[in-house]
Each structure stands twice: as structure tokens, then as C-alpha cells.
């Protein structure tokens, strides 16, 4: 674990020496977008698509004008320089994914993604944000909750055990408040979805268990949740998607380090699956050890997909 909190602090140090037309210069904007959805035989949404590095561009910057997680990036292009990826090369941007299992089909986060699905049962759609979440000792829950509250321009009500880093007991709403300028509470304690004066750490097991969204994004889930949305808060590593009568699996590590076998526990899920039948292995194992965090065709007799000709780019790069 300390290797990684190491390498945190590192990335933290380099942030500060970013080019002026970055992450902290630059203004982001986003708008709602609504992808069409079918359970069981449409669930999986989006489509990837191609970004040209710009001079002085991040990894971090190209995420979140794409709508990604910084997470979502460094896993297709481990090997590549977040600060100074190769100026003008065309990366490819895995804004695509397999739905997460629901039983409400409302507010839903899938912590090893790190990413929240927002659906609309009365117009079959479903929208999606990548989220930061829990560090190690600060795991975010797991369960199904409901919002209890909202708040606009939130206090923090900071934990005793953090008051005397901070030297407060609570901090007002302003740019060092970690909550952002939205917060929603549900009911698990503490806890909360709300936005980020780090959005750095979109993408990251960075919070005390909340649920940090980038704020342009809060800005657009805020006035569209309602106080008693039902929240459901899972672990699933290994999704399987349908779209057009083939099967994708999405595949990603195992963030908070819970599954003793991830080759067992990818066996039993395959064996789970209703059409494991129509399911490539071969396929499906290389979908298992890329933990890609891309949907990947595994239908038997299908044609090379984009997360096989992803794995070539990245073995080439």
C-alpha cells in the first residue's frame, strides 16, 4: 500500500508543475447525455471514439473532456506518460460500458469502476458520470440506501478524527471545501455524492468514502435526483452486456483488494451467466486478464472488436 500512496504523492507534487492550460486553468463543461437502454437485451451503452493529444495536454485533461475518470484512461494506456502523452497521437477513448445489475434501476454506483449510473425507467435511458471514491481505510459502503438531504453550497461537517489536520470542525462552503458546491446525503451515516474541489481525484480511491463527481457533472445530477431515490451501492468487477445479440464482458481490477482468486471468482461468474453458452473462453480470458475496463465481444464467432484492436494499440505503444 505504500507504494501506492508514494506514487499518489508523487502525482500530487507533478500536478502542481502542470502547464497553465490545464486541469486547473482550463474551464470544463459538460451536458447530459442520455443513452437508450433494454434488459435484458440492450445493456450496453455509448460508443468508443478517437481523441488527438493536444500541446500541453494531460491524461488527466483527456479524461475529463471526455467524460472519463482518470482510471478509465490509465488502465487502456498504463505504459503511457499522464503528464506528457505524445503530442498529436490519436488515443482511443473507451466512452462505452456494460450497464451494472440493478434491482431499482435508479441511482447506482459501481465502486471497481468507479463510475455512477443515473437511469430514467419512463424513457428507458440511463446516464453516467465517473465518480472518485474511497481510499484504502475509508472504503465507501456497500448496500442499498436511499438520498436523505441536499445541499447547495454544503458545509463540511469534518470527522473528529480529521479536525486536527484541519483545524476546524467544520469547513464552509468555499474553493478548499472538499464537497464541492453540491452535496447529496444518503443514508448511510456520513456519506454523501457530491462534487470536488480536487478533480484530480476523479478516477481515484482518493475520498473518506464519499462520492466525488467532477463539478460540472454534480451541477447536472443535482437537480435531477430527488430526495428519496433509491441508491444502490455495488462490488462487481465483472459485468456482462448484450447489444445486438452479442455478449461483452467489462472486466476491471479489484480496487479494494476483496476477491482472494480473481481467476475463481471470473469462473463462477461464467458459469453464472444464463447465456454462458454463447460465450467465447478464449475470448472471455483474455477479456479477464486485460481487466481493461472496456466491454469486450466475447460472443463465439465474433469478429474482432474494439477492445481486442485496443489491446494491439496499447501492445504497440
Given at each position: 500500500?505504500?507504494i501506492?500512496?508514494?506514487?499518489?504523492?508523487?502525482?500530487?507534487?507533478?500536478?502542481m508543475?502542470?502547464?497553465?492550460?490545464?486541469?486547473?486553468?482550463e474551464?470544463?463543461?459538460?451536458?447530459?447525455?442520455?443513452?437508450?437502454?433494454?434488459?435484458?437485451?440492450?445493456?450496453?451503452?455509448?460508443?468508443?471514439s478517437?481523441?488527438?493529444?493536444?500541446?500541453?495536454d494531460?491524461?488527466l485533461d483527456?479524461?475529463?473532456?471526455?467524460?472519463?475518470?482518470?482510471?478509465?484512461?490509465?488502465l487502456i494506456?498504463?505504459?503511457?506518460?499522464?503528464?506528457?502523452?505524445?503530442?498529436?497521437?490519436?488515443?482511443?477513448?473507451?466512452t462505452f460500458?456494460?450497464?451494472?445489475?440493478?434491482?431499482?434501476?435508479?441511482?447506482?454506483?459501481?465502486?471497481?469502476?468507479l463510475r455512477?449510473?443515473?437511469?430514467?425507467r419512463s424513457?428507458?435511458?440511463v446516464?453516467?458520470?465517473?465518480?472518485g471514491?474511497?481510499d484504502e481505510?475509508?472504503?465507501?459502503?456497500?448496500?442499498?440506501?436511499?438520498i436523505?438531504?441536499?445541499?447547495p453550497?454544503?458545509?463540511?461537517?469534518i470527522?473528529?478524527s480529521?479536525?486536527?489536520?484541519?483545524?476546524?470542525a467544520?469547513?464552509?462552503?468555499?474553493?478548499?471545501?472538499?464537497?464541492?458546491?453540491?452535496?447529496?446525503?444518503?443514508?448511510?451515516?456520513?456519506?454523501?455524492?457530491?462534487?470536488t474541489?480536487?478533480?484530480?481525484?476523479?478516477?481515484?480511491?482518493?475520498?473518506?468514502?464519499?462520492?466525488?463527481?467532477?463539478?460540472?457533472?454534480?451541477?447536472?445530477?443535482?437537480?435531477?435526483?430527488?430526495?428519496?431515490?433509491?441508491?444502490?451501492?455495488?462490488?462487481?468487477?465483472?459485468?456482462?452486456?448484450?447489444?445486438g445479440?452479442?455478449?461483452?464482458?467489462?472486466?476491471?481490477?479489484?480496487?479494494?483488494?476483496?476477491i482472494p482468486?480473481?481467476?475463481?471468482?471470473?469462473?463462477?461468474?461464467?458459469?453464472?451467466?444464463?447465456?454462458?453458452?454463447k460465450?467465447?473462453?478464449?475470448l472471455?480470458?483474455?477479456?479477464?486478464?486485460l481487466?481493461s475496463?472496456?466491454?469486450?465481444?466475447?460472443t463465439?464467432?465474433?469478429?474482432?472488436?474494439?477492445a481486442?484492436?485496443?489491446?494491439?494499440?496499447?501492445?504497440?505503444?
Amino acid at each position: 500500500m505504500w507504494i501506492r500512496k508514494t506514487m499518489l504523492l508523487m502525482s500530487l507534487l507533478l500536478l502542481m508543475a502542470v502547464p497553465q492550460n490545464s486541469l486547473a486553468e482550463e474551464e470544463f463543461n459538460s451536458e447530459i447525455v442520455r443513452y437508450p437502454y433494454r434488459i435484458p437485451d440492450l445493456t450496453v451503452i455509448g460508443a468508443p471514439s478517437t481523441y488527438s493529444v493536444k500541446n500541453n495536454d494531460t491524461m488527466l485533461d483527456i479524461a475529463r473532456r471526455n467524460g472519463l475518470g482518470y482510471n478509465e484512461m490509465n488502465l487502456i494506456y498504463p505504459a503511457m506518460d499522464p503528464w506528457v502523452p505524445p503530442s498529436k497521437k490519436n488515443l482511443i477513448v473507451p466512452t462505452f460500458w456494460v450497464l451494472p445489475p440493478s434491482q431499482h434501476e435508479q441511482l447506482i454506483i459501481n465502486l471497481p469502476e468507479l463510475r455512477l449510473y443515473f437511469f430514467d425507467r419512463s424513457s428507458g435511458t440511463v446516464q453516467t458520470y465517473p465518480i472518485g471514491i474511497g481510499d484504502e481505510g475509508w472504503e465507501s459502503p456497500l448496500g442499498s440506501f436511499h438520498i436523505v438531504e441536499k445541499r447547495p453550497n454544503p458545509s463540511w461537517y469534518i470527522p473528529t478524527s480529521l479536525q486536527a489536520k484541519y483545524g476546524m470542525a467544520v469547513m464552509p462552503p468555499g474553493p478548499e471545501n472538499p464537497l464541492g458546491e453540491y452535496m447529496m446525503k444518503f443514508s448511510a451515516g456520513a456519506y454523501g455524492v457530491h462534487g470536488t474541489a480536487m478533480p484530480w481525484g476523479v478516477g481515484r480511491l482518493v475520498s473518506h468514502g464519499c462520492i466525488r463527481c467532477y463539478p460540472e457533472h454534480i451541477k447536472l445530477l443535482y437537480p435531477q435526483v430527488s430526495i428519496g431515490t433509491n441508491l444502490e451501492i455495488i462490488y462487481e468487477p465483472i459485468k456482462f452486456g448484450l447489444k445486438g445479440g452479442q455478449v461483452f464482458v467489462e472486466a476491471h481490477p479489484d480496487v479494494y483488494r476483496r476477491i482472494p482468486d480473481y481467476h475463481a471468482f471470473a469462473m463462477e461468474k461464467l458459469q453464472q451467466y444464463p447465456m454462458a453458452q454463447k460465450v467465447d473462453q478464449r475470448l472471455y480470458w483474455v477479456a479477464v486478464s486485460l481487466q481493461s475496463g472496456v466491454p469486450m465481444n466475447v460472443t463465439k464467432a465474433s469478429k474482432p472488436d474494439f477492445a481486442q484492436m485496443m489491446a494491439v494499440d496499447v501492445a504497440q505503444n
